[in-house]
């Protein structure tokens, strides 16, 4: 089975630490696979950044170049390697790749899509994640990270029924890295939010929320960059919280700040199943969360974490000064999980799960040929 996976990458975040974990992963267990990366001209570094952390992981690199949001002259280099390389499975992540592929389905014998989670925080972005919505019709199978996520897509108007789910995963060499965490003895409580500095992960909620609990002795960091950077600080300034918060902008490594922290606090207006979720659980770490797409797969109520509802800083400020209360008790719970959590979401398990879904396509493939050709 000859196997490409195909990402218009951005900043290293969940989606892309997932596919180079599942690329990674189904090379260990003997696949001839090969990562292609689309290299826009709008962020070229981000696909640098890919690429080049691909090939630390020794993985098989491809790149092709678009000069736009959607480049015409792409799906002939795309229809061109198709048709020269004749790969059975094509995997694609976002909408950008399963865009530029869709069209030359029929040089795929398998033509494959990973639904991530959907951001919705521009008008353009809801355009392109509608458009993704009606493709994901037209694929061979569609892969989704959550249960959570697949009932977003229901209820978002998806039919098909050739759907998957199989989580984000994490390499063994991070869940490795994890083992080392104890709980804190400082009295200080600190916080860590995880992610891009966009609507849907609800920063500005966390922020809310704190101001309601001006006597809470903590600090909270906050690692991760995006377009509401200039913003959130500017709330930061005005709800006289610069000193107890952190910005550590974009880190290639987390596991530092999942070490040294009492819990992640995900106050997410809508999510897949994200990584920073996967990050903080297989280390041990209690997170405080939203109720929101598969995070409640994860976190159980009042035992490895605390949920909250969207959008309501009063419910997430209660349970941060419960959390801060009981944190040793919940710290040495999630210790005691963190196990569990790195079986569930090793590359290992999930990568067999995948390439079973592969090889099923492809038998349904080959039958529904032969049936064809008996007809005849």
């Given amino acids: ?29 003997g696949y001839d696979i090969s990562l292609l ?29 678009a000069s736009g949001r959607i480049d015409p002259w792409l799906f002939l280099r795309m229809r061109s390697l198709l048709a020269c390389m ?32 959907a951001t919705s925080h521009s008008t353009s972005s809801r355009l392109f994640e509608y458009i993704e919505r009606a493709l994901f019709e037209r694929v061979d199978r569609l892969f989704v ?15 098909t029924n050739r759907v998957a789910v199989v989580p984000n995963m994490l390499t063994r060499s991070f869940l490795t890295s994890c083992r080392e965490r104890k709980p804190s003895a400082d009295s200080k409580l600190k916080l860590l939010f995880l992610g891009r500095l966009s609507t849907e992960k609800g920063l500005d909620v966390l922020l809310a929320a704190l101001q309601m609990l001006p006597d809470l002795d903590y600090q909270l960091e906050v690692v991760g960059d995006g377009p509401l950077r200039t913003s959130i600080s ?8 610069k000193n107890r918060i952190v910005f550590r902008g974009f880190q290639p490594d987390v596991i530092p700040y999942l070490l040294k922290a009492d819990a992640l ?43 909250v509802e969207p959008d ?9 000064e419960k959390l801060h209360q009981n944190r040793l008790q919940y710290s040495h719970i999630c210790i005691e999980q963190a196990q569990d959590m790195q079986n569930r979401f090793c590359s290992d398990q999930c990568c067999g799960q995948i390439t079973a879904e592969y090889t099923k396509i492809l038998t349904e493939k080959s039958a ?7 007809e005849k």
């Avoid at 500017?234 to 919280?241: I, K, T």
């Fill in 1 to 29: 089975m000859k196997i490409l996976q195909v990402i218009a990458p951005g900043p290293m975040a969940g989606a892309e630490k997932s596919v180079l974990a599942s690329t990674q992963g189904i090379h260990a267990l």
């Fill in 37 to 65: 990366a689309v290299r826009e001209t709008r962020n070229p570094q981000c696909s640098e950044q890919f690429l080049a952390e691909a090939r630390r992981c020794g993985l098989q690199t491809l790149s092709l170049h």
């Fill in 86 to 117: 004749k790969y059975d499975v094509v995997h694609t992540h976002g909408y950008k790749s399963l865009t530029y592929l869709m069209p030359l389905k029929d040089h795929t014998r398998c033509l494959a899509a990973t639904f991530h989670g």
């Fill in 145 to 159: 990270v959550s249960q959570g996520a697949l009932s977003d897509l229901r209820s978002r108007g998806l039919r």
């Fill in 234 to 241: 500017e709330q930061v300034d005005q709800a006289g919280l």
């Fill in 265 to 307: 606090i995900m106050p997410s207006r809508t999510e897949g199943l994200p990584m920073s979720l996967i990050e903080a659980t297989t280390a041990g770490l209690p997170v405080i969360a939203s109720r929101v797409g598969g995070i409640p797969e994860v976190i159980t109520h009042n035992r490895n974490g605390l949920l």
């Fill in 312 to 320: 309501r800083p009063d419910q997430l400020a209660k349970a941060i």
């Fill in 368 to 374: 529904a040929g032969s049936s064809g050709r008996l």
